[in-house]
């Protein structure tokens, strides 16, 4: 019913993970809105992440290049490594502006409902990584969730050799979030992780 | 801090109304994961989209070419016109398969506030339509807000010194809604427009 045209880019938006048909339809008709210049600029735009945007040889994050703009940058203190599952993550902390250490992406969680395996993350990569320099720390910043709890575990695990501390990000209650709306296993870890009220 | 090709889409997708900072953020890291033959054919869909969609000679809807399928589809009643603001409103209301006229799309709602006058929109286009052949109900489908409600006494004025019967769909409360979810001004509409129950 739809011109072939707008189907193929209904269709497109529908392979972006959240984005169901009326999402879909609502983004294909903001688009048909662009004028010509901005379409323009926006294939363009698709064609240079097609082009440019890889994985950093060290860390697994996205960048144009080999290396990404953290492990390229000789300020930034190489013993610590915080671990997080996505290229997301790396930017979600940076923006924090308070670490100074590298990263680690791990490309995925253990799932082995879903078939991922531990070689199929990039934890191989990462004991590479510690045995080639004196990292100290690893913080383990993935999701609580069972598969980033499992992940975490397994990390530990392959490390107890190591002289390295392995730390893991505080679970608890959001600042701003009503009690009521938190589920209990959070609620749980909240109350077991307390700390002195200085 | 992301890298400029990042920050590009990251641009692109929050022109989209209705697409703040996280979103489309989230959209652009969607994006990346997609393999190049995926990005190539995304990139092609927005050129082909900026290259072949254009408005339609006649109803104003969105199609490839000079007249959309329903303006040119002979089988299709020229006595009904179904009034409508965007073109997305005609493939909402095509999907039902059950309107066999034809369209007149509006590009707009009448908002003095927003310095949108009758002339801005396309009136005139419909009364020429009119004017050209003898068309028998003009259908309004306008939302029921203060700008549709302007814009359908508009051009019920407007067609007054036509014969010509001009109807509205029906304002209440929509199937499986719970009335106190409703607003007054729609439980009155359909309290004033209520029917024989037979």
Redo the contacts between chains.
């Keep these: 019913?739809?011109?072939?045209?707008?189907k193929?880019?209904i269709d497109?938006f529908k392979?972006?993970?959240?984005?169901g048909d009326k999402s879909a339809?609502?983004?294909t008709?903001?688009?048909?809105n662009?004028d010509?210049d901005?379409?323009?600029?926006?294939?363009?735009?698709?064609?240079?992440?097609?082009e440019?945007?890889g994985r950093c040889r060290i860390c697994g994050s996205?960048?144009?290049g080999e290396l990404c703009?953290i492990c390229q940058n000789e300020s930034r203190n190489r013993k610590n490594i915080f671990v997080v599952e996505?290229?997301?993550d790396v930017?979600l902390f940076?923006?924090l502006g308070i670490y100074d250490g590298v990263y680690h992406v791990l490309g995925g969680l253990i799932s082995p409902l879903d078939g991922i395996n531990p070689e199929d993350i990039a934890i191989d990569a990462l004991v590479d990584r510690i045995n080639k320099n004196e990292a100290k720390e690893i913080i383990l910043a993935l999701k609580p969730t069972i598969e980033g709890e499992t992940t975490m575990q397994y990390i530990k695990k392959i490390l107890e050799p190591y002289e390295i501390k392995v730390t893991k990000i505080a679970t608890g209650i959001p600042i701003g979030t009503d009690m009521e709306y938190i589920d209990t296993m959070t609620l749980e870890m909240a109350l077991e992780q307390r700390k002195d009220f200085t």
């Design positions: 019913m739809y011109p072939s045209v707008i193929k880019i497109n392979d972006f993970p959240g984005i339809e609502r983004l008709f903001s688009l048909i662009f010509k901005k379409l323009q600029s926006f294939a363009d735009a698709i064609i240079e992440v097609k440019k945007i996205i960048c144009e703009s996505k290229p997301k930017f940076e923006k």
